[in-house]
């Protein structure tokens, strides 16, 4: 079956910690997505990627990095730098070729700071 | 800049009454609107997309929206509500050749048995 998958799905970092989420996605999609849900703010764009080799910062880009050095995986790194960053965490992909095309979303990791 | 609105953090109905959660937009061309679901714990499923073939738009699971272009809203509709609709709801908007999407903050949708 052809889908994204996210792991772990729950992560607990200690502070002053880099911690990296995985995402990986089967369905040939160029374009790969990061997302941090907050309760109450919807979903706030990390980075993004339309291509290997290349990505660019969302809104809240400051303390995260990402790579995409194969199509199918775009892992996130939530460093040390990210003041606050439990969060629950979504990847998504999408078809670039197509005119109007909905982004697929993994199940998501759930992070927190202990 | 492209925003989605979307009125009501929290909406209450009774089973078997009309759903109605609200989403208004802000884009300077026409944009590609879509609305998605999240049960607790997991990722988002896509109800529906505008493609602008049709201003009425069906998705899965009895819900539909209307894309009126003067009131610059997506709001989705379903005729009657079910339990297994309790979920938070997510309205969408994307630019074309951007390939990146800005959500609303979403609307949790409670069914009252």
């Known amino acids: 079956d052809g889908g994204i998958t996210q792991s772990p799905k729950y992560l607990f970092r200690k502070e002053g910690q880099n911690v990296t989420l995985s995402c990986e996605q089967n369905l040939n999609h160029d374009a790969m997505y990061w997302y941090r849900q907050d309760p109450g703010q919807g979903l706030r764009l990390i980075y993004y990627s339309q291509i290997v080799n290349d990505f660019q910062k969302g809104d809240i880009a400051e303390g995260y990095s990402v790579s995409r050095e194969k199509k199918e995986s775009f892992p996130l790194t939530v460093t040390s730098a990210q003041k606050n960053p439990t969060a629950f965490y979504l990847c998504?992909?999408?078809?670039?070729?197509?005119?109007?095309?909905?982004?697929?979303f993994g199940q998501g990791t759930r992070l927190t700071v202990v | 800049a492209q925003s989605v609105t979307q009125l009501g953090s929290h909406v209450s109905v009774s089973e078997g009454a009309l759903v109605l959660l609200r989403c208004n937009y802000s884009?300077?061309?026409?944009?590609?609107l879509f609305w998605y679901v999240q049960y607790p714990n997991q990722g988002l499923q896509l109800l529906l997309k505008y493609t602008s073939a049709a201003t009425l738009v069906k998705g899965i699971n009895g819900f539909e929206a209307e894309f009126k272009k003067s009131e610059t809203s997506f709001h989705l509709t379903k005729p009657s509500a079910h339990m297994s609709d309790a979920a938070e709801y997510f309205c969408?908007?994307?630019?074309?050749?951007?390939?990146?999407?800005?959500f609303g903050t979403g609307t949790r949708l409670k069914v009252l048995a």
């Open positions: 884009s300077s061309v026409p944009p590609y």
């Open positions: 998504a992909s999408s078809i670039v070729r197509e005119l109007t095309p909905e982004a697929f």
């Open positions: 969408a908007v994307s630019k074309s050749g951007t390939y990146k999407y800005i």
